[in-house]
């Protein structure tokens, strides 16, 4: 590769984050069962823990997701001790995930449910979540809901449009200094019949409603197949509401996969259409890359940095798309060229400049050949190892 393309990757790399999830790093499981691991972390401590090793061999995610009530169960009281155990492990709390899904009372919805009660108290703990995130410093607050119906005629579609847009925009008007509220869509699971925010176009709308702090917030594996994620990406970043991502790979639908296992093509792409509109319009697109995966099966921390460093890859391959180049192909339709120069691109082997950007930055050259050199995965495993058991047998 030459000077000139090296130092473009170099230069993506230097300015490429990518936040890791905390509920990444403990057992999870399947609507079937949870399969343990054992070394996997319960505690916020041990979360922090797992994701200050990716970030040491990586250098590229300084930040953590949290998810209130598996992290946070106290709420904002939970606070300053997980402010200092992030920095104890040189990372920040990264956006903050309401949890209003999982407690019994949202059997039929939380913003969206029939009973003005339960949506009262899912809206108290969208405002106690803005709270945490202001006590932590964490900008982002990241909106997922599971509200929906599975049978035609058993709810009025209407009005549970209507209460979401009451719900977000009180949740809105409580956001300050630089936050910010990401508004999430899946089309289906676990409702079957109608999703309250099934696709981006009602997420983009739901945003509008809320407020200007809004945008949207795009899941790669919440999409009907073969869907066109990066068009909804371009789209998006036209009307300036792309506020993040939850990336992650599927073979049908919701997988949670790790990035780019299934179609590294399409993530190259969407990481395309950002870097292109930076290009033409000469303004940083504001968007928080975050990972959303849930590894059953792969080793945890081995999986994310497996997820980190294809990510970093993908980046810097779509940093070297020659914008010019295809610009002008698109202008004068000339297909093959403007096809060629986005497969060009893809094809090309970063590894060694990234290998050279790790380098100067006292990163090891292969991330994973560290961790697996420094122990620390035979060490929690003996640590943890029979509270895990012992987690297996409860299930039984």
Known sequence: MDEKRTDTVIQALDRFQIELPSWGFANTG???????????????????????????????????????????????????????????????????????????????????????????????HLLDSVEIAERLGSRDLSLWFADGSNYPGTQNIRHRRKWFV??????????????????????????????????WGMALQFARDAGPRAKVLVDTGHHYQAQNIEQIVAWLLDLDMLGGFHFNDRRYADDDLTMGSIDPYQVFRIFHEILHFEWETGKRADIAYMIDQSHNLKGKIEAMIQTVTTAMELYAKAALVDHEKL???QTSCALVDAE?????????????????????????????????????????????????????????
């Open 30 to 124: 399947t609507r079937f069962g949870k399969f343990t691991q054992p070394a996997a972390a319960s505690t916020v401590e041990e979360k922090f823990s797992d994701a200050g090793q990716v970030h040491a061999v990586t250098g590229v995610c300084p930040t953590v997701a949290l998810h209130v009530l598996w992290d946070l169960p106290h709420g904002a009281d939970d606070a300053p001790q997980v402010h200092a155990l992030a920095a104890t492990h040189g990372l920040r709390a990264g956006a903050i995930n309401p949890n209003v899904f999982q407690d019994q009372i949202y059997k039929y919805g939380s913003l969206g449910n029939p009973d003005a009660a339960i949506r009262a108290a899912a809206l108290t």
């Open 166 to 199: 009451d719900g977000l925009r009180t949740t809105h008007g409580k956001l300050s200094g630089d936050q910010r509220m990401l508004v999430e869509y899946k089309p289906f699971e676990p409702a079957f019949y109608h999703t309250d925010i099934a696709d």
């Open 340 to 396: 060629t120069c986005l497969k060009d691109a893809f094809s090309t082997d970063v590894r060694p400049v990234i290998r050279e950007w790790s380098h100067s930055k006292g990163l090891p050259a292969d991330p994973m050949d560290a961790f697996r050199q420094s122990g620390y995965l035979e060490k929690i495993t003996a640590e943890r190892s029979v509270r895990n058991a012992a987690a297996v047998s409860s299930y039984a």
């Open 327 to 329: 610009a002008g192909y």
